[in-house]
C-alpha cells in the first residue's frame, strides 16, 4: 500500500473526526439514560401494591387544594375504572403500567401519555368544563387494546 503524504493527513483527519463523533453521540446516549427527558420517576412494576402512590389508586386531594390521581394501566383496563374530579382545579395524574406499554389518552384534551412499565409518566391538566370524559388507550397492546378505557367525571 502506498500512501500520498497528504492522503495520510486526510485520513487521520477522518479517522480522528469519526472518534470525536462517536464520542459525542456516545455521551449524549449515556446522559438521556441517566436524566431521561422530564425527569421521569422509576418504580418497580411487579411492586406497585406496596409502592405509593400506586398501592391505594384514586383521586387524592392535596394539603395546597390540587389533586393527584394514581392510575395503574394493565392490558386491558385502568385502575380505577372511573373516577370523579372538581372541575377548575389542577389535577395531576400519575400512570403506570403492571405489564406492557399503554397509553393514556383524555379525549379532547391535550393528556395524551405514554404508559411505560417501570416509569410513572405525570400529567397536570384543569378541566374547565363539567361532564363525561374518556380515556382510552393509544397504544396497541393486544386483543383487548380497543376496549381499553377509563371515565372521568368532572363535577362542579
Ligand atoms: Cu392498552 Cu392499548
Redo the contacts with the bound molecule.
Sequence with gaps: MHLHKYEKIWLTFGFAALIIFLSVVGVSAFHQGHTPAGGLQKVDPDNLESTPPFDNPGVHEKKDGSYEVAVV?E??GYTPGKIQVPAGEKVTFKVTSKDVT??FSIVDTNVNMMVVPGQVNEKTHVFRDPGKYLIV??????SG?HF?SMEIEVVD
Design positions: 394501566a392490558a386491558f399503554h397509553s388507550c393509544n397504544e396497541y397492546c393486544g387494546h381499553m
